[in-house]
């Protein structure tokens, strides 16, 4: 699989140690620069990375033509937090195993990056939502 340019002999341990200066372990909603971000609805992705001889690969998923929003769009799997999701790694779990059937025990969470705003195209403001990223690694076992 590796090839030319590709960036090989990860390991695990490599990983963790590249990603810690892009993540933090206390992103909440409540430390955003803006006091207006209890408005917006809250979702979560899944960064699900895992490796395949020594290459980092990332999982992706591509949305159905059916949803209502970003039909056909690949994307990582997640979605909006329900009432029941402890916090934001918790939606995004719950969101990868619905969509791509990987099960929480099998996720090393990494971290989380820094939320961003998101918004359907042509859309109202009042369906914006800021999205958090959850960098996990998953532990396939080979």
């Not at 960036?7 to 992103?27: C, D, F, M, P």
């Not at 790694?89 to 990868?96: D, M, P, V």
């Amino acid at each position: 699989m590796s090839g030319k340019g590709q960036n090989t002999g990860w390991t695990r341990e490599s990983i963790r140690s590249a990603v810690q200066k892009y993540v933090a372990t206390s992103h909440r909603w409540e430390t955003l620069h803006c006091t207006s971000y209890r408005k917006y609805r809250k979702a979560a992705v899944l960064i699900p990375l895992f490796l395949c001889d020594g290459v980092i690969h990332v999982w992706l998923t591509k949305r159905s033509e059916k949803v209502g929003h970003y039909k056909g769009q690949v994307s990582f799997p997640g979605g909006m937090k329900e009432p029941d999701d402890k916090d934001d790694i918790a939606t995004s779990l719950r969101e990868a195993k619905e969509e791509i059937g990987l099960e929480p025990n099998q996720v090393e969470v990494l971290g989380t990056l820094y939320p961003r705003e998101v918004f359907p195209k042509y859309l109202s403001r009042q369906l914006w939502r800021l999205s958090m990223s959850v960098l996990g690694l998953w532990l396939a076992k080979k």
